[in-house]
């Protein structure tokens, strides 16, 4: 039997003891536009934090979609432009 990304979700949850249904897909592409618009390594921390932020708000997928949104726009804004020099980032030619 191939396990999926919705099995390991729905483990994780079990294990934590997490009963909340999120958008999974919406808070993938969040951490798509952080990887490749910040960096890497921040996409996991990223949804840490998020997941923090939305706890702090009351919980749920309400506040967990609103951290997620907040955080994909600001990614989007440190995202370097095409036409800027500095796009390939730090260091790199």
Request: no cysteine.
């Amino acid at each position: 039997m191939e396990r999926t990304l919705e099995d390991w979700i729905a483990e994780v949850k079990a294990d934590l003891g997490i009963d909340l249904d999120v958008d999974v897909r919406g808070l993938l592409d969040t951490a798509r536009v952080v990887a490749h618009g910040v960096a890497r390594p921040a996409a996991p921390l990223t949804a840490f934090l998020i997941g923090y932020a939305a706890a702090r708000q009351g919980g749920g997928a309400e506040a967990v979609a609103e951290a997620s949104r907040r955080t994909t726009a600001l990614a989007e804004r440190w995202a370097p432009s095409d036409e800027s020099p500095a796009a390939d980032g730090p260091g790199e030619p």
